[in-house]
């Protein structure tokens, strides 16, 4: 809804007014944080947080290798605090934080009052040693800004579904997400999951295996109030093929989805185990066909699908085809191009080819306080590409006001997201601590 009495004295025609109102409105706008891999404190060791977690995080240990002799074999057999230290010494001590994830640690400590330049972990070991989980996360949540955020559940894995089915308790903030990788990619093994659950499945997915996999799915989604369903795919992901995967999306899960009316998350281009000695760490990227996401948004016209690519390549080819097919909503910059440059380059492009119809980001963080760097880092870098957007209106002798701009940004980061999970919208006005404006921003570029 755009406001047809903007005064004239409120548009903003100047570059530098732009610039603030745009910085202001999207450092202070609370997030819908909508792709994470985060858990309740009350699911104990699912639930990654602290200084440990966040040093070993699987980004972290992949760039360790290449400033390390050891072997990953030697690494995994350590325990994780000697990891940590290892990782510390070693990316941070010995040798500038220079990368992404690395400077996103940087910036967690600094947020919360510790020195990035330390020698040893011991100030960071001592702090979170006497931080009161509940208060924590309160702190760790306005410090990023996030209003909630989307989890990535499997009701597969023996362990959390434990966590569920004893009611633990879940913050409302934190959202549940079914995550279908066993049953769409991992069929072959995971039938006999199911069969142990009690499911009358085979390795044919036969049409009574795909009725049951509709049964499980109806029994979780009444447990877990899923607000999307969603896969990762490798880069030959094909729809339709003749394969088990193809009859569970057409026979149980986009059923599924219409009957809680929730969305499907494609996340399409992951090669898992690309190294797998490296575990987690071990997972590479490849070109995907879009194509087949348009088959499906054509097919299913009644479905709505977020998506997310995995290589850079694919990123103009995803956007092309979101102004196809309105139920399809691209959303983040997915893994390896959660960069600041990438980010800049894919958000400028959505906003010329999607205008605000689009989910400019998620966190995708593993580690509770990954929240506080990884919007940090993306607020700032999504202002610069939506003030472009803006100075170019202005260019046009279009001229926005500072309620227009918070409008669009709302949308971005909140009524998008809401939208497509079919959530009531954040009535305005909305803010939290407002962060360093974009001019404090821009001044910490270089000089050209
Ligand atoms: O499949 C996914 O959801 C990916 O995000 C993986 O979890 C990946 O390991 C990751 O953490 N990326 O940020
Ligand atoms: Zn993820």
């Known amino acids: 809804m755009l406001f047809r009495e903007a005064k004239p004295e409120d548009q903003i025609r100047d570059e530098s007014a732009l610039r603030q109102a745009v910085g202001d409105a999207v450092g202070s706008v609370p997030v819908f944080d909508i792709h994470t891999h985060l858990f309740p404190f009350s699911f104990e060791r699912l639930c990654k947080w602290g200084i440990d977690d966040l040093l070993t995080y699987h980004y972290l240990v992949a760039e360790l290798f290449r400033s390390c002799e050891i072997s990953p074999k030697a690494f995994f057999d350590m325990p994780e605090p000697r990891q940590a230290d290892l990782i510390w010494r070693k990316l941070f001590v010995e040798n500038p934080p220079l990368s992404e994830a690395t400077a996103g640690v940087c910036t967690v400590l600094a947020k919360l009052g510790l020195d990035p330049r330390a020698k040893t972990l011991d100030e960071a070991r001592e702090f979170f040693a006497d931080v009161d989980p509940h208060e924590h996360l309160e702190v760790v949540l306005e410090l990023a800004g996030v209003s909630d955020l989307a989890m990535t559940n499997d009701p597969l894995d023996d362990q959390e579904a434990l966590y569920w089915q004893s009611d633990s308790f879940v913050d409302p903030r934190f959202h549940a997400v079914i995550r279908l990788d066993p049953i769409l990619c991992q069929w072959e093994t995971s039938w006999r999951k199911l069969e142990a659950r009690g499911y009358k499945v085979d390795a044919e997915a036969s049409e009574q295996a795909v009725d049951e996999v509709h049964r499980f799915l109806d029994s979780w989604s009444g447990r877990l109030q899923p607000r999307y369903l969603a896969v990762s795919l490798p880069p030959d992901f094909a729809y339709p093929d003749d394969s088990p995967?193809?009859?569970?999306?057409?026979?149980?899960?986009?059923?599924?989805?219409?009957?809680?009316?929730v969305p499907l998350a494609l996340m399409v281009g992951v090669r898992r185990g690309v190294n797998p000695e490296l575990g987690l760490a071990g997972d590479g990227v490849g070109w995907a066909d879009v194509s087949a996401i348009e088959r499906l948004c054509a097919r299913w016209p009644e479905n709505r699908f977020l998506a997310t690519l995995l290589a850079l390549e694919n990123q103009h080819q995803l956007l092309v085809a979101s102004r196809k097919f309105a139920n399809l909503m691209?959303?983040?910059?997915?893994?390896?191009?959660n960069n600041p440059s990438t980010i800049e380059s894919i958000t400028r492009l959505r906003f010329e080819m999607l205008g605000a119809t689009f989910i400019p980001q998620h966190s995708d963080a593993r580690v509770l306080e990954q929240l506080i760097y990884k919007w940090d880092h993306s607020r700032r870098v999504v202002a610069e590409a939506l003030f472009a957007s803006f100075r170019q209106l202005q260019h046009a002798g279009w001229f926005p006001t500072k309620a227009e701009i918070e409008s669009v940004v709302r949308r971005?980061?909140?009524?998008?997201?809401?939208?497509?999970l079919c959530l009531d919208q954040i009535q305005a006005p909305l803010s939290v601590e407002v962060r360093p404006a974009m001019s404090q921003v821009s001044d910490d570029r270089p000089k050209a």
């Open 412 to 420: 971005l980061f909140q009524g998008n997201a809401r939208g497509m």
């Open 245 to 261: 995967r193809t009859r569970l999306l057409e026979g149980a899960v986009l059923h599924v989805c219409r009957e809680l009316d």
């Open 330 to 337: 691209p959303f983040g910059c997915w893994w390896f191009v």
